[in-house]
């Protein structure tokens, strides 16, 4: 028995880095399925029992054949996690429309194309469980990273729009806002902006991706049946004082 048995999920941007260990620890908890959807190949997968898909998740004729063909192989979809994001960090002043499109579509669009894709399915079945990935920079502000920050606050209160309004439906949506998480997305990230993050760490230490996975598998499963329209942080006491 595990904690997904039966469960049918799709997570995007999970090539590699926390998606991927939400992917893994997905499958470890007995899922029927684990679909990874990413615009990035996936390596080391000869051992993975997850089904790994290329797809650009700003594009909604995308989202649509994924979906589609996940419900056609499985009968339902159970759980999506909207994980997918890029972070550019220039500040207002040298945000261009380019760099803002850009992070706006990845960050942000994808998360309305995924839950409008998925939503129909969840709703007919009366039951699912959405969890966006959102960041610490959802809820407090932060110098530079504009856009970002522009995308990842707006997660918030985008899921709490759909928990309040398919509530009634069976379908629950969370937001979760990881901290200084150790992932390829931030590898290249300036030492200097680390070690600032580090020491304003409660637990003075950055995270790792299986800490953000087991979040996440709370609240895309049954344990979390009475949870909805809430944003769980994972951020090792950074915002606590």
Known sequence: MGRLDDKVALITGAARGQGREMAELFMRENAS????????EAADTQDSAVNFLQMDVTRADQW??????????HGHIDILINNA?????????????????????????????GMKTVLPHMIRAKKGSIVNVS???????????YA?????????????????????????????????????????????????LIAGT????????IETAYAALFLASDEASYVTGTSLVVDGGYLAP
Not at 168 to 195: F, T, W
Request: hydrophobic share 40%; glycine share 6%.
């Open 33 to 40: 399925a684990v679909y990874s959807a990413d615009v990035l």
């Open 85 to 113: 994001a890029i972070c550019l960090y220039e500040p207002i002043l040298e945000t261009t429309d380019d760099i803002y499109d850009r992070v706006l579509d990845v960050d942000l669009k994808s998360i309305f194309y």
């Open 135 to 145: 960041s610490i920079w959802g809820l407090a502000g932060v110098p530079s990273s």
């Open 202 to 209: 409660v637990l003075g230490r950055p995270g790792v991706p």
């Open 148 to 196: 970002y920050q522009a995308a990842k606050g707006a997660i918030l209160n985008v899921s709490k729009n759909v928990a309040a309004t398919h509530g009634k439906d069976g379908v629950r949506c969370n937001s979760l806002h990881p901290g200084y998480i150790l992932s390829p997305m931030n590898e290249h990230q300036d030492p200097e902006i680390n070690a600032a």
């Open 64 to 73: 649509t054949s994924v979906v589609d063909r996940i419900v056609a192989d």
